[in-house]
């Protein structure tokens, strides 16, 4: 399977916690994204990388919230200190620098903060 | 208040239905997506419209420029299509440090029965 893989697929941790998560984008996609959403919502934007750059993170990335993607490939979204607000489903997506701006999105990490 | 907003939140059809979900946004856009997202997570791309009209097998999506605004149509509806489907949009910005990232609004619920 070629899609954007994410791992693991679900996550249950006790507050104050560290998580990571990991994308594995589609083999030479130079754009990726994370989002958040929570139940009933639709995904807010989180981060995003060309290549190994980080170029752009939202207000909700707050300082717990660190992502990378040290080789342009892979990438890993940390979560220090878990909140019950951290509660939410976490996508990746991939897309090509020179694209139609088709994103393609993985299947999520479910996490839940107790 | 949502940048981007659709109607309705929830719709419930009989199977064979014509249905029509609605989008509207604030600003001027560079792209706007539809996306389907069925139980568990997953998020597929249906369309990207930067103007016009798109069709697929049985799924329409318009776009009107001038009035901000976006439907999809679901021709002889399926009980395979329920399914939150999300307009997203993407705003008109640097790409260099933009990318391609989305807006989203908040999703409708389709429920068709057989």
């Known amino acids: 399977d070629t899609g954007v893989s994410q791992d693991p697929r679900h996550k249950i941790t006790k507050r104050g916690q560290n998580v990571t998560f990991r994308c594995d984008p589609i083999?030479?996609?130079?754009?990726l994204y994370w989002y958040r959403q929570t139940l009933g919502q639709g995904p807010e934007f989180l981060t995003y990388f060309q290549n190994e750059a980080q170029l752009e993170k939202s207000r909700l990335l707050s300082d717990r919230f660190s992502a990378e993607r040290p080789k342009g490939s892979f990438s890993t979204l940390e979560i220090q200190r878990t909140e019950q607000g951290d509660s939410a489903m976490y996508l990746c997506?991939?897309?090509?620098?020179?694209?139609?701006?088709?994103?393609?999105f993985g299947p999520g990490t479910r996490l839940t903060v107790l | 208040k949502n940048e981007v907003e659709q109607s309705p939140q929830n719709l419930t059809a009989q199977e064979g239905e014509f249905i029509t979900i609605n989008c509207s946004y604030s600003?001027?856009?560079?792209?706007l997506h539809w996306l389907q997202q069925h139980p568990g997570g997953g998020i597929v791309s249906l369309f990207m419209?930067?103007?016009g009209k798109k069709k697929h097998g049985r799924l329409i999506a318009t776009i009107n420029i001038q009035e901000k605004h976006s439907s999809l149509h679901i021709t002889a509806s399926h009980p395979r299509d329920s399914a939150v489907y999300i307009c997203?949009?993407?705003?008109?910005?640097?790409?260099?440090?933009?990318?391609?990232?989305?807006?989203f609004g908040e999703g409708t619920q389709l429920t068709v029965n057989p």
């Open positions: 419209l930067s103007s």
């Open positions: 997203a949009v993407r705003w008109f910005g640097p790409r260099e440090t933009s990318g391609s990232r989305l807006t």
């Open positions: 083999s030479e996609h130079n754009r």
């Open positions: 600003v001027g856009i560079s792209a």
């Open positions: 997506a991939s897309s090509p620098t020179f694209s139609t701006d088709t994103q393609y």
